[in-house]
T-cell receptor, first 112, second 111 residues
Framework: QKEVEQNSGPLSVPEGAIASLNCTYS??????FFWYRQYSGKSPELIMF????GDKEDGRFTAQLNKASQYVSLLIRDSQPSDSATYLC????????????FGQGTELSVKP | DAGVTQSPTHLIKTRGQQVTLRCSPK?????VSWYQQALGQGPQFIFQ???????QRGNFPDRFSGHQFPNYSSELNVNALLLGDSALYLC??????????FGSGTRLTVV
């Protein structure tokens, strides 16, 4: 079992719709959780991080964490074509000195 | 405020050669991590430096080595290059054990 798993996609949504990206992790020692956006040929860009169970909202983005289910998600409301990118879920195992473990990423395509 | 800067942006090396990649962390950041990202995959952790010491290492062979300087900048060295070392190499810096900022990366092609 991979430490961090994401559906590779591609996930295709129409412009204006809600895009839902999911991520599961295997280590219950995971402390913090990150969503990065990566455009083709570019480096990852941090969108959001979350540490506590529940929802965290930032503009059109909402991160949701459920530690009991070992599940973290990212919702993108009012999706725009400019949101088309690969979204990487990353987990920080604080007890291992803070390295990030990434999933393989989910490719999102927002169609006009 | 400059973010994380990496050099060079691209390079091509021949199998068996050695390469050095460089990273300057974001101002105020003292922790530098290196990642390897193969095409279509998520970044894989190589190692992390803090206070000029390798604090943690991922599952990479000893051909991969690094260094951190007193000004917190860092180098990644790869010896005896293999075709499979072709990837995007990312440097990330932080002033905490979370909240990493990535540089633009170095695209290494081994032929």
């Amino acid at each position: 079992q991979k430490e961090v798993e994401q559906n590779s996609g591609p996930l295709s949504v129409p412009e204006g719709a809600i895009a839902s990206l999911n991520c599961t992790y295997s280590d219950r020692g995971s402390q913090s959780f990150f969503w990065y956006r990566q455009y083709s040929g570019k480096s990852p860009e941090l969108i959001m991080f979350i540490y506590s169970n529940g929802d965290k909202e930032d503009g059109r983005f909402t991160a949701q964490l459920n530690k009991a289910s070992q599940y973290v998600s990212l919702l993108i409301r009012d999706s725009q074509p400019s949101d088309s990118a690969t979204y990487l879920c990353a987990v920080n195992l604080y007890n291992q000195g803070g390295k990030l473990i990434f999933g393989q990423g989910t490719e999102l395509s927002v169609k006009p | 405020d400059a973010g994380v800067t990496q050099s060079p942006t691209h390079l091509i090396k021949t199998r068996g050669q050695q390469v050095t990649l460089r990273c300057s962390p974001k101002s105020g950041h003292d922790t530098v991590s290196w990642y390897q990202q193969a095409l279509g995959q998520g970044p894989q952790f190589i190692f992390q430096y803090y206070e000029e010491e390798e604090r943690q290492r991922g599952n990479f062979p000893d051909r991969f080595s690094g260094h951190q300087f007193p000004n917190y900048s860092s180098e990644l060295n790869v010896n005896a290059l293999l075709l499979g070392d072709s990837a995007l190499y990312l440097c990330a810096s932080s002033d905490r054990p979370y909240g990493y900022t990535f540089g633009s990366g170095t695209r290494l092609t081994v032929v």
